[in-house]
């Protein structure tokens, strides 16, 4: 066995240890390449324009407007996918809860936000209720890559 494939045999089951420790996520959803090109990532993981994408979402997981953002999917109870046009591993991820219009009062809420397991290009967000439990909440997603 190469040195590479050791290295990414580690990587991986460093990556699978780490999902088993927070907990699993549902199988990514599957989207339809939208011909988009991707921008290769540099050794530091940052392509080599950094750029900023961002996604607003409503909480039935329709996207409502962003920059970047190829879909967004509600995958359950306050369980959201939202995929990007290229390789988010490397970035940092921001969520908070929202609304989509210009105006109104967004319920209380929680958001964590997260790289997506089997899907490089997308996020994973998890919203909650003020209480803590899993609950249906639109929110502002903003990727800097």
């Given at each position: 066995?190469?040195?590479?494939?050791?290295?990414?045999?580690q990587?991986?089951a460093?990556e699978?240890?780490?999902?088993?420790?927070?907990?699993?996520?549902?199988?990514?959803?599957?989207?339809?390449?939208a011909?988009?090109?991707?921008?290769?990532?540099t050794?530091?993981?940052m392509?080599?324009?950094?750029?900023?994408?961002?996604?607003?979402v409503?909480?039935?997981?329709?996207?409502?407007?962003g920059?970047?953002?190829v879909?967004?999917?509600?995958?359950?109870?306050?369980q959201?996918?939202?995929?990007?046009?290229?390789?988010?591993?490397?970035?940092?991820?921001?969520?908070?809860?929202?609304?989509?219009?210009?105006?109104g009062?967004?319920?209380?809420?929680?958001?964590?936000?997260?790289?997506?397991?089997?899907n490089?290009?997308?996020?994973?967000v998890?919203?909650?209720?003020?209480?803590?439990?899993?609950a249906?909440?639109g929110?502002?997603?903003?990727?800097?890559?």
């Amino acid at each position: 066995m190469s040195e590479s494939e050791r290295t990414s045999q580690q990587a991986q089951a460093k990556e699978t240890e780490q999902t088993e420790q927070i907990g699993e996520q549902p199988p990514a959803v599957e989207t339809e390449d939208a011909g988009v090109a991707l921008v290769p990532g540099t050794g530091a993981g940052m392509p080599p324009t950094a750029q900023g994408f961002f996604a607003v979402v409503n909480a039935n997981g329709t996207l409502s407007r962003g920059f970047g953002v190829v879909s967004s999917t509600r995958l359950g109870v306050g369980q959201y996918q939202v995929v990007f046009s290229h390789n988010l591993r490397g970035s940092a991820y921001i969520g908070t809860i929202g609304l989509s219009g210009a105006v109104g009062v967004s319920p209380s809420g929680q958001i964590a936000v997260v790289g997506r397991a089997g899907n490089v290009n997308a996020v994973f967000v998890q919203t909650f209720a003020a209480n803590g439990a899993a609950a249906d909440r639109g929110f502002h997603l903003a990727v800097l890559s």
